[in-house]
């Protein structure tokens, strides 16, 4: 006798679109949110984190937050390269370049006095100041 196939019981897997996650990943969504996008477009009752993070983890082979990782810096990487580009003719994003990446600051800082003053009397011996 030959086995019979066991019927899988309970709801298919959800399939989502992967450009369309990847996209939401750089700009950086967080799992929730996609969830909330993709259960918009695609008329589910409820938003759920689990399903996105599910099918992450079987699409891509890693679960939500190492692929985040993986594409947010993808996207610093393309932001990075957009403020060098603006860099170049916009000496706001040039000042703001050199400020964060460069630690450098508009005033240094100003000799400082000494925080206590320290007051000397000198006594004659006969218990009078000098």
Known sequence: MAEEKKKK??????????????TMMEHG????????????????????????????KRTYGV???DFSDKRRRVRDGHLRELLLKQAETNPSVLIFCAKNWLGMKDNPEEAKAPAESIRIVIEKADGGNA
Do not use: Q
């Not at 309970?10 to 450009?19: A, S």
């Open 9 to 22: 019981v309970g709801r298919p897997p959800v399939e989502l679109d992967e450009h369309k996650f990847e």
């Open 29 to 56: 969504y967080t799992c929730e949110e996609i969830a909330a996008r993709f259960s918009r477009d695609m008329h589910l009752p409820t938003p759920n984190a689990d399903t996105v993070s599910r099918w992450c």
């Open 63 to 65: 679960n939500f937050k």
